[in-house]
Structure formats: C-alpha cells, structure tokens
C-alpha cells in the first residue's frame, strides 16, 4: 500500500498526457485520457493515476488526506507556460491605439519606441515593484492555468538593470507557489548607448553581464532574438558560445519578422528551443523536424500583432518537429497571460487538432523547459500540478470560449485555486 494525502475521486475525464515525451506526429494526438478516474498524491508527488478499484488496492489515505470530489470534473496537467518576458514596468497601450491606427510594430520601433520604452520604464523601476508586477501577474497567469513559467529579462540592457530583473524573478519565485525557469536575455534590443557600436555591446554581455549572471547563479537559460537589424547569426552563434561556456542552456527567438536562418542555427547548436517561427524557411523546417530542438510557437503574436502570416504549425508537426506553444506574454507583441486562451488560439489560428495543442501546452512544453521529467504529464513519481475543469468533455476546453471553467488548482500537491479563488 502506498500512502496518500491528497486523493482526487472520481474525475469525470482525466488525461494524464503519459507517453514518452517528447512528442510527435502520430503520439501528439495521445492525451493518455482515463474516464471516471482516481488521483492521489504524496508530499506534493503523484503516487497514483486510475480506476477506483485499483486506487482501493493500492492505495491508503492519510488520516489527515485533502478528499476532492471530482465528479463532474475534467482533470489535466497544470499548463507550462515556457516563453514569457514577466518582469517588465510600464505599458505600451499608446503604442497598442498606434497600432490600430495602422503603424506596424517594426516601424514603431524603428522611431525609438517598442522594446526601447519598455526598457526605459523597467530601468526605471525598482526591484521591489518589479517583483509585486511579477507576484500579481503570476496569480493571473496562475488562475489561467500555467503552474510552471518560464521568465526572461531583456528590458534592462545594461548590467544593473538586467541583473535587477533576474533578481526580481528569484524573489518572486520564493514568494509564489508557481514554477519560475529564468532566462537571461540581455541580447533582447540594442540599447541606445550602443545603437551604432552593436559589436562592442555583444562583447560587453559576454564580458561583463554573461559572468556576473553565472557568478550569482541568476539564471539557467540564455536567449537572444536572433533578427535582421537585431542579432545577425553570427552574433547569435558568438553568444550562444560564451552562454554555453557560462553554464546556461540556450533558446532562441527565431525567424520571427524575416526568414534569417534562426531555426536552422538552433537545431545546429542545440538549442533546447527555437521560438515564433512565423517565417521560417522550408529548410528550417527541416533541420527542426530532424533535431530535438523545440519549435515553441507562439500564436498570441499573429493574433495580438494582428498578423495574416502565422507559424506553419501543420507543416512542422507533419514532418516530425516536437512543437510546444507558449504565451510570449509582453507589453509589445502578446500582452497574452492566459494559457487557456493560448491552447485555443493553437487550434484557432494554427490549425492544431485539440489534442496536440493540449500535448503542446502541457507535455511538449515541459521538454521544451528540460522540465519533463517532473512536470508535464501526471504520472507518478512527477509533480501533483493539476487542473480540474467544470466542462462536460475536455474538447470543452476549447469550444468553449470566453469562460474559465478552471475550479481547482493542485500545486506540488496543495490546493491553490478553490472554486475559482485564489487560496
Ligand atoms: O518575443 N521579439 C522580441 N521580443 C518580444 C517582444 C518584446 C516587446 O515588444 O516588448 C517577442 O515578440
Ligand atoms: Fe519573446
């Protein structure tokens, strides 16, 4: 017998997301669903996942056990949420009226504004609001379903100020009960002081930011944003090489606005992911679909930037890519912090059936973060994050629009979110 002290009964639906992971093709259209299914739970692991009468075999309450009566509802892996840029100030909502008015974001950025006025109103800040703008964003993205995020700095540019927002995120995440993966993504923009001198910024975060970000152990990820006018390939390839040598595993934004070659020199370096891909080319494709590398898509970006073109998600999963899909969650491209919503726009707008986007926010996401072998999927021996939905059929997660029918939330096996609250 194994013990329990946590014990979720008789969930209408319960799709575990088991499988080798990562996935693709054919196993991305497995959602391991069980039917009026049993969950139990240990010092916040899962010990146990199926039918009542095996549940009555194998396992023993705790005299103590939290009892969930999920009749009625449908469980699934908490979402992970592996591409946000969380510890920003300020808000671009100008830029968004500009916007609708019929400028592009690349022209905005181009007279100055975008990223660069993000970064003045983060430099700006203090590390304490940054961390309550984290805390009570993390509650949103929370109540929306993400139980693990991954999180980027990229709005300081300079060494306080990108070294202030990793901290921020280290504190944030003692305080909250969500997963936070940080990401050192000094190579976001090219701040102002150094609009003509790009080299000697690039040597500048390998000098003296690259180090001190490995020295206070700040983050675990590196990423740049590999783009024309940005960070050429052979920047990207140069920072990739010194994040490597500074401990952090990498990920790139690729191919987001123009067809650069960012996926191709993801899958050629390693890097755990290539994100956006709006414009990837037929040979990126390729090289993505032979490789471990990541195709994160981020379908929030075409909605929110009101794109035609938007990532070729059909294609890559056709030819074998490990496709996961993220928020992007930004003040510019994706002001975005529901997960739920972006399971919908992966079906709306990419065409992905239900249950690859569900395998795409869940299972995929969690390799796309080398998360998965604790979360993703609920099997045993991995953490309890677990949703239970008020819906008649886990397709409801998705046909449904507009609600959100998430009443619990199972965090390391606490409950977080009752009846829709915040615990
Ligand atoms: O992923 N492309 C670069 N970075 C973000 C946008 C950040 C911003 O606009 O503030 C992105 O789209
Ligand atoms: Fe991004």
Same mark, same amino acid.
């Given at each position: 017998?194994?013990s329990?002290?946590?014990?979720?009964?008789?969930?209408?639906?319960l799709?575990?997301?088991?499988?080798?992971?990562? $996935?693709?093709?054919q196993? #991305?259209?497995?959602?391991? #669903?069980?039917? $009026?299914?049993?969950?139990?739970?240990?010092?916040?692991r899962i010990?146990?996942?199926?039918?009542?009468?095996?549940?009555?075999?194998?396992v023993?309450?705790?005299?103590?056990?939290?009892?969930?009566d999920?009749?009625?509802?449908?469980?699934l892996? @908490?979402f992970?949420?592996?591409h946000?840029? #969380?510890?920003?100030?300020?808000?671009?909502?100008?830029?968004?009226?500009l916007?609708?008015?019929g400028?592009?974001y690349?022209?905005?950025?181009?007279k100055?504004?975008?990223?660069?006025?993000?970064?003045?109103a983060t430099r700006?800040?203090t590390?304490?609001?940054?961390?309550?703008?984290?805390?009570?964003?993390l509650?949103t993205?929370?109540?929306?379903?993400?139980?693990?995020?991954?999180?980027?700095? @990229?709005?300081g +540019?300079?060494l306080?100020?990108?070294? $202030?927002?990793?901290?921020?995120?280290r504190?944030a995440s003692?305080?909250?009960?969500?997963?936070?993966?940080?990401?050192?993504?000094g190579?976001?923009?090219?701040?102002?002081?150094y609009?003509?001198?790009k080299? *000697?910024?690039?040597?500048f +975060?390998?000098?003296?930011?690259?180090?001190?970000v490995?020295?206070?152990k700040l983050?675990e990820?590196f990423?740049?944003?590999?783009?024309?006018?940005?960070?050429? +390939?052979?920047?990207?390839?140069?920072?990739a090489?010194?994040?490597?040598? *500074?401990g952090?595993?990498?990920?790139i934004?690729?191919d987001e606005?123009?067809?650069?070659? /960012?996926?191709?020199?993801?899958s050629?370096?390693?890097? +755990?992911?290539?994100?956006?891909?709006?414009n990837?080319?037929?040979?990126?494709?390729? $090289?993505?679909?032979?490789?471990?590398?990541?195709?994160?898509?981020?379908? @929030?970006?075409?909605?929110?930037?009101?794109?035609d073109?938007?990532?070729?998600?059909?294609q890559?999963?056709?030819e074998?890519?490990?496709?996961?899909?993220?928020?992007?969650?930004?003040? @510019?491209?994706?002001m975005?912090?529901?997960?739920?919503?972006?399971?919908?726009l /992966?079906?709306?707008l990419?065409r992905l059936t239900?249950?690859?986007?569900?395998?795409?926010?869940?299972?995929?996401?969690?390799?796309a973060l080398?998360?998965?072998?604790?979360?993703?999927s609920?099997?045993?021996?991995?953490?309890?994050?677990?949703?239970?939905c008020?819906?008649?059929d886990?397709?409801?997660?998705?046909?449904?629009?507009g609600?959100?029918?998430i009443?619990y939330?199972?965090?390391? /096996?606490?409950?977080?979110?009752?009846?829709?609250?915040?615990?």
């Open positions: 017998m194994t329990a002290d946590l014990v979720v009964a008789n969930c209408r639906q799709l575990t997301l088991a499988g080798p992971i990562p $996935k693709r093709k196993s #991305l259209t497995d959602v391991g #669903l069980l039917e $009026k299914a049993w969950l139990a739970s240990c010092r916040g010990v146990f996942t199926g039918q009542e009468k095996d549940f009555k075999a194998r023993r309450a705790e005299k103590n056990a939290v009892h969930i999920a009749r009625g509802l449908v469980g892996p @908490g992970v949420d592996s946000t840029h #969380l510890p920003f100030a300020g808000s671009r909502v100008n830029e968004f009226r916007r609708l008015k400028y592009t690349e022209e905005l950025a181009k100055g504004m975008g990223i660069q006025t993000t970064v003045k700006r800040a590390k304490s609001e940054l961390v309550r703008l984290c805390l009570s964003r509650d993205m929370l109540q929306n379903g993400a139980t693990t995020i991954e999180a980027k700095s @990229g709005y +540019l300079n306080k100020d990108e070294i $202030k927002q990793l901290e921020a995120l504190e003692r305080k909250h009960p969500v997963d936070i993966v940080p990401t050192f993504m190579a976001h923009e090219i701040p102002k002081e609009r003509s001198r080299s *000697a910024y690039v040597n +975060l390998l000098r003296r930011v690259l180090p001190e490995k020295r206070k983050a990820f990423d740049v944003f590999c783009e024309e006018g940005i960070f050429s +390939l052979e920047d990207t390839r140069r920072l090489d010194g994040a490597k040598w *500074a952090l595993k990498v990920r934004h690729a606005f123009t067809p650069l070659g /960012g996926a191709e020199l993801a050629e370096i390693g890097a +755990l992911s290539a994100d956006h891909l709006i990837i080319t037929p040979e990126g494709i390729r $090289k993505l679909a032979r490789s471990d590398t990541v195709a994160t898509l981020l379908p @929030g970006v075409s909605f929110f930037l009101m794109l073109k938007k990532a070729p998600a059909r890559l999963i056709e074998g890519a490990i496709v996961s899909l993220a928020s992007d969650f930004n003040p @510019g491209s994706s975005v912090s529901s997960m739920l919503f972006v399971l919908q /992966g079906v709306f990419l239900i249950e690859e986007a569900i395998n795409a926010v869940t299972a995929n996401a969690a390799f080398g998360r998965h072998k604790e979360v993703g609920l099997e045993p021996g991995k953490k309890t994050d677990l949703l239970l008020e819906l008649p886990y397709a409801s997660l998705v046909y449904h629009l609600i959100n029918p009443r939330i199972i965090k390391n /096996g606490r409950v977080v979110v009752k009846d829709g609250r915040r615990l």
